[in-house]
């Protein structure tokens, strides 16, 4: 059916012939869209000097201990254009709800709310008064304060700008390493949204009152109701939805509020208004084609899990069966630090280091060593930007025991100050590891490694302390690239004359490209591919085709490989010999590859090298250097496989599914885009024995990358 029909028929659905005087609809107060007024317009102020304000600091904030932090109490008020007076109390983070804080009747347990608010431009000119001290504030934060104060009685707030001594680096760190508690213990958030009108507060509650009616409507309603989803626009998406922190602030929250302007909406309505807003647009377009979800929606800040989820299975927010059939523990569970970073570029920051810091609450990262031996990131501002990024890197190649981290850096073109083997998260795009994940790149056909299922005679050599800016590696180099391809000679397999021999030896006298054994092995290996290059549909996003110089440690690599796989066959066949006219039975698999050509990305040169460093899952590019040292220029697809299956073989067992078919085997895990990866089981116990080989091992060489 095509799109112009799905709306007709959307349509045709909402039409009624008439509607009644009385339908909520025609009686609509529509806001003006074209109205930016805000309802408390306040006097403009000039910015006040850094010095002033740092200053103010040094009169308002004592020294706290690492266990305590600070509590704002907002003093009532009758009228929005009082004074703003509070008082800062400081408050022992204790295990129980709420915060232990001393005030003038003695020491008591404190329930408080926390506020989830934009910072705004850093233009800070507002003035209020805290513990007697005139205090410089945003514009936001005034409106925001100004706004949350109760008539008849004090309110206790933690507002990060105000509770954190914002110019102690010290303090800073180690508050906001606690930030995610912080919010957690609150008994409710309270999400700020500026710019609310007492107009545009009655037309939402008025929406709010009647949208669960189901009722119908005439032309003339559904009119109003196109405009009308214009502003529910606005309201689903705010800007503060955009904002990095409200991700952890959001997913903390035991019961979250969206206040706007006087008007405070339970998280439920706010949902409400969401579906509302959903079913005045009509028909959703579900394709998902080289689109990636929109990842500041409100489902995926309270679930990342539903976000990296959508990331890799583009169908999953539709499939609702699906998704409300998962324990609701792993919906609300932490995600990775790379499942989070994958989509971090998508959310605006002050500071790109809470890129990394702002979303530590909602991962499984530990941020504080804690007497155990797992490893942590700690929050740091007094480390610059690129040194918090690398700490990035040395933190999940010591978790995960593996190198693949480097498959996520120079996506982008490189950062004058980022070495080359850090990831920019500032600019990565996520459709960058969701092609990589539809194309199934990290399948034993691209050369991919269980670096997992290897063991540890294939992990990175442990990196050295006081060595920013250099990541140490061992590796191994499999071939130099070439300026093109040869066809007469690219597409031709390698055959190591010791496969040749063990498999004619396995099959009483038959070559391996007997049509009897294995069907697909004489065909065109060109054509293999052949659908992937034409329609520039490679694994490897912003990829490109380029020849290769093999070098011998790279042909011995292939050898061992064949040789193993031709041992697996030996294995499942107890050792015997199958004579003609005996078929072979059962699931067999061999793969070839050319050592002539790899997919390497669109910025590699002639002269580079494809090196596979130990404890990686994949090839990478490197370029000489100064100082004897290497660029990473990106990730190597290298090699090739032709997998050729037996004449028996059957798609259907359960065991294959991971050797061979499309559908990746999902098993639900703290770590989404890992489990969507294809595990061979088969081809990890192949690389195992090739990656433990004692020449193979004699010829890594120490890398340094800059």
């Given at each position: 059916m095509s799109k112009a029909t799905d709306w007709e028929a959307w349509d045709q659905a909402q039409k009624v012939d008439g509607c009644p005087d009385s339908c909520w609809v025609r009686s609509l107060q529509l806001p003006d869209m074209q109205d930016g007024s805000v309802s408390d317009r306040q006097v403009t102020f000039p910015p006040v000097d850094e010095k002033v304000r740092e200053a103010a600091a040094a009169k308002?904030?004592?020294?706290?201990?690492?266990?305590?932090?600070r509590i704002l109490r907002i003093d009532p008020a009758s009228c929005l254009s009082d004074a703003v007076v509070c008082t800062l109390l400081v408050a022992d983070v204790i295990v129980h709800e709420g915060m232990g804080v001393v005030e003038e009747e003695g020491?008591?347990?404190?329930?408080?709310?926390?506020?989830?608010?934009t910072w705004g431009p850093p233009v800070f000119s507002h003035p209020i008064q805290i513990n007697g001290v005139e205090f410089f504030v945003t514009e936001n934060l005034n409106s925001a304060l100004r706004h949350l104060r109760l008539t008849g009685s004090k309110r206790y707030l933690w507002v990060d700008a105000l509770c954190i001594n914002q110019f102690d680096i010290r303090e800073k760190s180690i508050q906001v390493g606690r930030m995610f508690s912080i919010y957690t213990k609150a008994c409710r958030v309270v999400a700020w949204n500026p710019g609310w009108t007492k107009q545009t507060c009655s037309t939402l509650l008025m929406?709010?009152?009647?949208?669960?009616?189901?009722?119908?409507?005439?032309?003339d309603c559904l009119a109003r109701l196109k405009t009308l989803g214009q502003f529910l626009m606005g309201t689903c998406k705010p800007p503060l939805f955009n904002r990095t922190w409200v991700r952890q602030e959001v997913f903390a929250a035991r019961d979250l509020v969206m206040q706007l302007g006087d008007l405070a909406i339970p998280w439920a309505d706010y949902e409400r208004i969401k579906d509302f807003f959903a079913s005045t647009r009509g028909p959703v377009d579900t394709t998902f084609e080289s689109s990636c979800p929109d990842f500041t929606d409100a489902l995926y800040l309270k679930s990342p899990f539903n976000a990296i989820m959508t990331l890799v299975q583009p169908d999953y927010r539709y499939d609702h069966k699906a998704r409300n059939g998962r324990n609701q523990a792993v919906l609300n569970a932490p995600v990775s630090l790379l499942d989070a970073l994958i989509f971090s570029s998508s959310f605006g920051v002050t500071d790109p280091r809470d890129l990394v810091y702002g979303i530590l609450g909602f991962t499984t990262v530990p941020v504080s060593q804690g007497g155990t031996s797992t490893p942590t990131l700690k929050v740091d501002y007094s480390r610059s930007l690129s040194e918090v990024y690398q700490d990035v890197v040395r933190y999940e190649i010591e978790r995960t025991g593996s190198l693949g981290i480097l498959d996520f850096a120079r996506s982008n073109p490189a950062s004058s100050d980022l070495p080359s083997w850090t990831p920019d998260w500032r600019t990565y795009e996520a459709k960058v590891a969701q092609h990589r994940i539809l194309n199934r790149t990290n399948s034993w056909k691209y050369g991919f490694i269980d670096v997992q299922r290897i063991g540890v005679s294939w992990k990175p050599v442990q990196q050295l302390p006081g060595t920013d800016g250099i990541l140490r590696a061992r590796g191994i180099v499999l071939g130099i690239l070439q300026d093109h391809a040869d066809e007469a000679t690219t597409w031709v397999p390698f055959i190591s004359p010791s496969f040749e021999s063990g498999f004619r030896e396995r099959f009483g006298g038959r070559n391996f490209d007997d049509a009897e054994l294995f069907p697909g092995v004489k065909r065109d290996y060109r054509s293999t591919f052949s659908n992937m290059f034409n329609d520039s549909n490679l694994p490897l996003y912003g990829g490109k085709a380029t020849g290769v110089e093999i070098s011998d440690s790279g042909k011995r690599l292939l050898t061992m490989l064949q040789n193993e796989m031709l041992e697996k066959i030996k294995f499942a066949v107890r050792g015997r010999v199958i004579v003609p006219p005996e078929p072979i039975r059962g699931n067999h698999t061999l793969g070839f590859a050319s050592p002539s050509i790899a997919l390497a990305?669109?910025?590699?040169?002639?002269?580079?090298?494809?090196?596979?460093?130990?404890?990686s899952p994949c090839p990478f590019i490197l370029r000489r250097s100064n100082q004897g040292r290497y660029i990473l220029i990106g990730r190597a697809v290298f090699p090739l496989w032709f997998e050729h299956r037996s004449a028996s073989f059957d798609d259907l067992r359960m065991d294959e599914r991971t050797w061979s078919s499309n559908n990746a085997v999902y098993t639900e895990t703290s770590d989404i885009l890992e489990s969507r990866f294809v595990w061979p089981e088969k081809m990890a116990s192949i690389w195992k024995a090739a990656l433990q080989d004692s020449e193979f091992l004699v010829a890594l060489e120490d890398f340094q990358l800059a």
């Open positions: 308002l904030y004592q020294t706290i201990k690492p266990w305590q932090t020491p008591r347990e404190i329930p408080y709310e926390a506020l989830s608010y929406v709010l009152a009647n949208i669960s009616t189901g009722q119908k409507h005439s032309d990305t669109n910025d590699s040169l002639r002269n580079d090298l494809i090196v596979l460093f130990q404890g």
